[in-house]
């Protein structure tokens, strides 16, 4: 199936640090999703991206749907410890016709030392 | 808003027992819920989809009558895991979608750890 080319795998930051992951796919997508996970949870959704070019924040969080709809990124802003967790990007609406369905990144996992 | 609650969260049994998880919609209606398995540090894979009403959609790969889906209302999916077989011990995750396909993100349960001795 398609996946999604989420980087960094992994990032070790310092508190107060600001945090930048990206998702790119090969094909468009009507709806990028970004979710974090903590050990042993579900996904938790942080922001929804409905628009080509849309910035989106969420508190510290803000992120934005690509132009192309083929790319998202996610950034945190002064980062606290509490951010550790695995963080996916998710899209949804790709051209390939199950319009409903989410693929998801492989995950960053991020590191904050305090 | 968007609160779903999954059941049980973590599950032990014997070989060849049939474990039942329960997927619920607490504030919302979902038209659809989704069911997901992730093994350690790797990301959700879909196994199936399912409308309410109607039979659940599996992915490619994904025994039907191994993992049977169930979507009797708007509030409550259950996937039962049938003989159960260490090799289907897992984190189970459920998802619900409210207002039709288009428009609502997937929100997420807090997963079902199964271990299966």
């Known amino acids: 199936g398609q996946q999604l080319n989420q980087s960094p795998q992994s990032m070790f930051i310092q508190e107060g640090e600001d945090a930048s992951m990206n998702c790119t796919s090969s ?12 050990p042993g949870e579900g996904p938790v ?5 409905y628009k080509a070019g849309e910035l989106t924040s969420n508190g510290r969080l803000t992120a934005q749907f690509g132009i192309t709809r083929k790319d998202s990124f ?41 | 808003g968007a609160v779903v609650s999954q059941h049980p969260s973590w599950v032990i ?5 049939s474990v039942k998880i329960e997927c619920r919609s607490l504030d919302f209606q979902a038209t659809t819920m989704f ?20 039979k659940a959609t599996y992915e490619q790969g994904v025994e039907k009558d191994k993992f049977l889906i169930n979507h009797a209302s708007l509030t409550l ?12 011990s897992s984190f189970y995750i459920c998802s619900a979608q409210g207002g039709g396909v288009y428009g609502q993100p997937q929100h997420f349960g807090d997963g079902t750890r199964l271990s299966i001795l």
């Not at chain 1, 094909?27 to 903590?38: A, V």
């Not at chain 2, 999916?77 to 289907?88: G, K, Y």
């Open chain 1, 74 to 114: 996610l950034n945190i802003s002064a980062s606290i410890p509490s951010d550790v967790g695995i963080y996916f990007c998710a899209g949804q609406g790709d051209s390939g016709g199950s319009n409903y369905k989410l693929t998801f990144g492989k995950g960053t996992l991020l590191t904050v030392n305090p």
């Open chain 1, 45 to 49: 959704l942080l922001i929804a991206l």
């Open chain 2, 13 to 17: 049994c014997k070989s060849g027992t």
């Open chain 2, 35 to 54: 069911w997901y398995r992730q093994f350690p540090k790797q990301s959700l894979m879909l196994m199936a989809t399912s409308n309410e009403g109607s």
């Open chain 1, 27 to 38: 094909s468009i997508f009507n709806t990028w999703l970004w979710y974090k996970q903590d």
């Open chain 2, 77 to 88: 999916s259950t996937l039962t895991v049938t003989s159960a077989h260490p090799e289907d």
